[in-house]
């Protein structure tokens, strides 16, 4: 790996390179470190890091891809495609008890902010459109049906009559921009209980704009379902975490209406996800949210409008 990241300069002929996942490196040189990461391609990588740039020079907290000695922000090795960026200290979001008040005011507020941004991105042509309700109508439904339905049919017939009824039409006019599509607590670093940067903007699409807080709160919500007394605190996590988002940026009524709808569509993705790799064991997780979902609807949908209307 050494001869990689030569290629962002010859400081780097004596790195310690450490994995940490199959596609993430930490590279130490001295006192600096950086993340290496590998990519599928080098197509929106350009896009990614522009936008990035373009970011920074706005105030987000952002940390921005690196350029190669070749003037790319990437690097080609062993057919494979990787990107170099300087290490965020601080505390990543996995590791920190991310239901507390504090935090959800943290998160909600940037998220809120990184949207603005976003919204008035001068090139947003450059990246594709995500259709959550096109991939879970062709895709993740049918496999989550086939899984699930022995078990749970009735629930499921419930589930889908509710969102036909009550999500295909407002789903059509719900506000769409530029999204991260990635916001879960990994994403996140703090510091000193501030929101020190927002990382991963190689999935950045335009999508339902709701979809970032919504991915946000059932990520947060895996990390602590298995602890029955712990999840009993996301209910309030997403009541916090949407009431500082319209602290800085106004939700929709149809928003609020949809923001569940919204969390199902993202189940189902997890658990479609979880199938393709053979793993059942998460797929019998994430469906196991999906229905604690489901069975807190009643309660959660007027919470929700009552802080989106604040």
């Keep these: 790996m050494r001869r990689l990241v030569v290629k962002w300069g010859h400081k780097f002929s ?27 391609d080098r197509t929106t990588v350009w896009a990614e890091y522009d936008l990035m740039s373009w970011l920074r020079e706005q105030g987000q907290p ?50 809120a902010r990184l949207h603005q941004c976003l919204q008035s991105y001068p090139h947003t042509s450059e990246f594709p459109t995500f ?43 719900l506000p769409r921009q530029l999204i991260h599509r990635d916001m879960h607590p ?6 000193e209980g501030k929101l020190a ?22 990520a947060v919500l895996f990390t602590i379902f298995t602890d029955q007394t712990t999840r009993q605190l996301w209910p309030k996590f997403v009541q916090d975490l949407i009431k500082s988002y319209v602290m800085v940026e106004p939700l929709t009524q149809a ?7 919204m ?3 993202i189940q189902f993705l997890f658990i479609w996800y979880q199938l393709d790799f053979g793993n059942n064991q998460l797929a019998d997780l994430n469906g196991a949210m999906l229905l604690w979902i489901h069975d807190q ?12 209307s604040l």
Excluded at 205 to 213: A, H, K, P, S, Y
């Design 14 to 40: 004596k790195a310690s390179i450490t994995p940490v996942t199959g596609i993430v490196w930490h590279v130490q040189v001295g006192e600096e470190l950086f993340i290496l990461k590998r990519r599928t």
């Design 186 to 191: 990994g994403n996140m670093v703090f510091r």
């Design 62 to 111: 952002v940390s921005v891809l690196l350029f190669t000695e070749q003037d790319a922000p990437w690097a080609e090795y062993e057919g494979g495609i990787y990107v170099l960026y300087p290490y965020v200290d601080g505390t990543s979001g996995d590791n920190l008890s991310i239901c507390d008040e504090n935090y959800a005011y943290e998160i909600g507020v940037n998220l």
């Design 263 to 265: 969390c199902y569509l």
């Design 255 to 261: 928003e609020g209406l949809a923001f569940l709808y």
């Design 297 to 308: 609807h009643s309660v959660l949908e007027p919470l929700i409008q009552r802080s989106i």
């Design 131 to 173: 259709d959550i309700f096109s991939e879970v109508s062709c895709w993740a439904w049918p496999a989550v049906k086939g899984y699930l339905g022995g078990r749970f049919q009735t629930r499921l017939h419930d589930l889908e009559t509710q969102i036909s009824r009550n999500f295909v039409m407002p789903y059509e006019v």
């Design 197 to 218: 940067a927002f990382l991963d903007f190689d999935r950045v699409r335009t999508g339902v704009r709701i979809f970032d807080l919504c991915y946000c709160s059932t």
